[in-house]
């Protein structure tokens, strides 16, 4: 169970509070729900200096599509609340892509000549795509939505996903970390990631993998990355000392020594996030992916993406997680789309302008609660509302999308900010 965010009677924020203490203190009246997501109590007659306050650490795990977000208190190294949030760059890639291909089509066919301006456009420093961005976003978002609910104090976030030096040269020496258990982490976790998790030479999956040399050591080969693959116990004892291009397999050789994109892609968008919680002017504590994987194998922990956030770095080492703890689920809508009217697929606009974005007092991404008590959808409701002009919404539920509920039987509880909620 999440702990709950405790506010005192000016907004200044107190230790988070168990789900029951903060029941009893709302049925007794003293306090107030402040906000649904993340739930957020505020006491009507205490104030921050007449309480004991600890020191809280946010603990950031980013990732591709989703990224896992934990908050520990530092003395104790207990988890009090957790979430992954999942991103929408590649729907934002793929937009405006999209938005590129109909204008060019446009200009193409001569339907409204304008010259090309991309040749004209300048970029600031530490320009990101607008993919990225909204990964960064996200996540500055949540950080500061948790640093304004809670005493937090420092920062922890797995700055790279590998070790790229030691990728190139495993046999570096003169740092303590290199020669030890971590190193063979640090490989794996890349080969993992390269593969797909999965045999290079069968495909097999969900089967135990080992790391096996592309060109073998007894034929000249070497321990870098490049020569690296993942393969099942089957084929690894089968190649023996072939190279994969005697064993059948000349594609191997051609992919081990492609980069990993997405692996970079993530890496840079790591290091602008490291830049800008940096400059709040609080600790920052960095970790590896490797060194992450290490933590949480050692504590026996599933894998899962909120438990990697808690075992980022040296503070992931001896983490205490409650019972039945379990993350909220975040997912990225963005705040509507400024597009006037929907195209066809020659580019041209298929429909009118778009209605009014407030209906009955209702916005699309609202989280509602519908009471109805007839009809053929009589129940209780709750989820993301997504409005019509008719003033009959459909209301997205955990399991469903249930449609044409009426705005008479919706109660608002959480107003649109971009995300909706799942536990």
Request: aromatic share 8%.
């Amino acid at each position: 169970m999440q702990y709950v965010f405790v506010l005192d009677q000016n907004k200044k924020p107190l230790d988070p509070c168990h789900s029951g203490r903060a029941r009893k203190l709302l049925n007794s009246g003293k306090t107030a729900v402040f906000r649904e997501f993340p739930f957020t109590i505020i006491l009507k007659e205490r104030l921050q200096e007449d309480s004991v306050v600890h020191e809280y650490r946010v603990k950031i795990d980013p990732g591709s599509k989703t990224t896992g977000v934990a908050l520990l208190r530092d003395d104790e190294n207990k988890v009090v609340w957790a979430a992954e949030i999942q991103h929408r760059g590649q729907n934002i890639r793929d937009a405006l892509i999209s938005r590129r291909d109909n204008r060019r089509g446009r200009r193409d066919r001569n339907c409204r000549y304008r010259p090309a301006r991309f040749n004209n456009r300048s970029r600031r420093a530490g320009w990101l795509p607008p993919s990225l961005e909204s990964r960064l976003a996200n996540i500055e978002t949540w950080v500061r939505r948790l640093a304004w609910s809670s005493p937090v104090t420092a920062f922890s976030m797995e700055l790279v996903k590998f070790d790229t030096q030691l990728m190139e040269t495993p046999e570096i020496s003169g740092v303590q970390y290199q020669q030890g258990e971590l190193v063979g982490y640090e490989v794996r976790e890349y080969l993992l990631e390269k593969w797909s998790r999965k045999c290079a030479y069968c495909g097999a999956t969900d089967v135990p993998l080992e790391i096996e040399h592309i060109i073998p050591r007894v034929r000249g080969g070497s321990n870098r990355v490049s020569n690296l693959s993942l393969a099942c116990h089957g084929c690894n004892q089968s190649k023996n000392t072939q190279t994969a291009a005697e064993f059948g397999h000349p594609e191997i050789q051609a992919k081990a020594k492609l980069p990993l994109k997405d692996a970079a892609a993530v890496n840079a968008t790591r290091w602008e996030l490291w830049r800008r919680l940096s400059a709040w002017g609080i600790s920052v504590e960095c970790g590896t992916g490797g060194r992450t994987k290490y933590n949480r194998i050692g504590q026996n922990l599933p894998k899962e993406h909120w438990l990697d956030a808690a075992c980022v770095g040296q503070s992931g080492e001896n983490i205490s997680v409650p019972n039945g703890m379990t993350p909220i689920f975040i997912k990225a809508y963005g705040h509507g789309s400024r597009q006037m009217c929907r195209v066809d697929k020659f580019g041209f606009p298929r429909t009118s302008s778009k209605a009014a974005k407030v209906v009955f007092g209702f916005q699309t991404g609202e989280i509602v609660k519908a009471i109805v008590k007839k009809g053929k959808k009589i129940g209780t409701h709750v989820g993301r509302l997504a409005v019509r002009s008719s003033g009959f919404f459909n209301i997205q539920t955990r399991t469903q999308v249930v449609q044409g509920i009426s705005w008479k039987y919706c109660q608002s509880l959480h107003k649109p900010d971009g995300y909706s909620y799942l536990f």
